[in-house]
């Protein structure tokens, strides 16, 4: 326990923050590009400063290497530094879902290993999950680990696994027992991704952005070490790591730092500054139709505030993560349609206006009602798992996975 109030570590935070890290409108701050290498290394080298003056990991155990602190300090860093360059390109998936996950799920080893690195800022972690024929059908991998001489000898592929290319582990979900219901047989293992048998090729998106890479395991041997939690429940754990993943998409989690992807200055629109440089501060409907998506903004804020304290108090249940997953995404689209229509067709010519990165950023309007699982899987998660409505029929619940017809009959 810290004898330090919550405005006395803010003092020392804002205080702190003014001496060791450059303003975002210094020359000193470095563009956020986190389809850059260079950026990545910035974001490390960031990581290591926060780590040395005392703020890194606000709310991870101390025995892990953070400060073992109260949400409420973590959010009084968070309003200190939004004016500061900050790594924020670790929080998700790294902090936020990997190693919470790995805090949850791992062992004691890999909780002192991993999550220490990560807050020293010399490990990043990333989620191996999707796969490219799987779909949002997440148990049905056909990743395989074999058991071979006491190692784990990983095969098969996963895609769309967001900045792997700059990561040094991954968790990655295979298979591991074919004789048994999909969900039965699954086990998560911590893959070094610098692996001779890992291959990771990056994927560009329309709107130009190589976020996102597909990776391939031939023969990738990894030993009992490399299990997170135990064989054969892979599942638990990825259940684990999707909630984690959830609240991470909708800024609903503890392990994060600085500001939060509504506030991050790649992903959020300054509508008050494009109306001003649009010259349409004097027009009604602009000013409503910005109106509307600030109220949509602060509203999100005020609803993962609730879902944070009412998860951690148990007066909803973790599967409410998904709520403010679904409203990050509409929060997003409101965001970006608002900004395409206030930029009109200035948005889809690069000139002397300088608005092309709106209509870009429109061309990945989607990205927000796809990642972290589908807006669609976040309605039946609500439903379900919330709500208590009754399950969807699926023809292969309880089928051993063997025997589940894949593609075509």
């Not at 009992?224 to 800024?251: C, F, I, N, T």
């Not at 379900?384 to 009754?390: H, K």
Request: aromatic share 8%; charged share 25%.
């Amino acid at each position: 326990m810290t004898s330090e109030s919550v405005e006395e570590f803010r003092a020392r935070a804002r205080a702190w923050l003014a001496a060791n890290l450059p303003r975002l409108d210094s020359a000193d701050a470095m563009p956020l590009q986190r389809d850059a290498l260079t950026s990545w290394q910035r974001a490390r080298e960031l990581q290591k400063r926060l780590y040395d003056g005392g703020f890194a990991g606000i709310c991870f155990p101390r025995e892990y290497g953070g400060l073992g602190l109260g949400y409420e300090y973590k959010k009084a860093f968070d309003a200190e530094a939004l004016a500061y360059e900050t790594p924020l390109m670790l929080n998700v998936p790294s902090f936020a879902i990997c190693c919470a996950t790995i805090l949850d799920m791992g062992s004691e080893e890999q909780k002192r290993t991993h999550i220490a690195a990560a807050l020293r800022g010399d490990e990043v972690l990333v989620q191996l999950l999707s796969e490219p024929s799987g779909g949002s059908d997440l148990a049905g991998v056909l990743t395989r680990a074999d058991r071979r001489d006491g190692r784990w000898i990983i095969n098969g592929a996963k895609t769309w696994s967001t900045w792997a290319f700059a990561a040094d582990y991954g968790l990655c979900l295979a298979r591991t027992d074919w004789g048994v219901p999909k969900h039965e047989g699954l086990t998560m293992f911590l893959v070094p991704l610098r692996h001779p048998g890992v291959t990771i090729n990056r994927i560009k998106q329309v709107n130009g952005s190589v976020e996102f890479c597909e990776e391939f395991f031939d023969d990738v041997d990894v030993g009992d070490d490399a299990v997170v939690g135990v064989p054969g429940k892979g599942w638990d754990v990825a259940s684990r790591q999707l909630y984690h993943e959830r609240r991470s998409m909708g800024d609903g989690s503890e392990y994060t730092s600085g500001p939060g992807i509504a506030e991050a200055e790649d992903i959020s629109v300054d509508l008050l500054a494009l109306v001003e440089k649009t010259d349409q501060v004097g027009s009604g409907r602009v000013r409503e139709m910005v109106g509307r998506a600030l109220a949509h903004r602060v509203v999100h804020g005020q609803l993962s505030e609730h879902v944070f304290h009412a998860v951690t108090h148990g007066s909803l249940p973790p599967a409410a993560g998904s709520i403010i997953r679904l409203s990050m995404a509409e929060v997003h689209d409101v965001e970006n349609d608002t900004a395409l229509a206030v930029a009109g067709p200035s948005a889809v010519i690069d000139d002397a206006a300088g608005l092309l990165d709106i209509g870009t950023r429109y061309l990945g309007r989607q990205i927000a009602s796809i990642g972290g699982g589908t807006t669609e899987m976040a309605r039946n998660v609500i439903g379900e798992r919330v709500l208590n409505f009754p399950r969807e029929y699926t023809a292969d619940r309880g089928v051993p996975f063997n025997q589940v017809r894949h593609g075509k009959a």
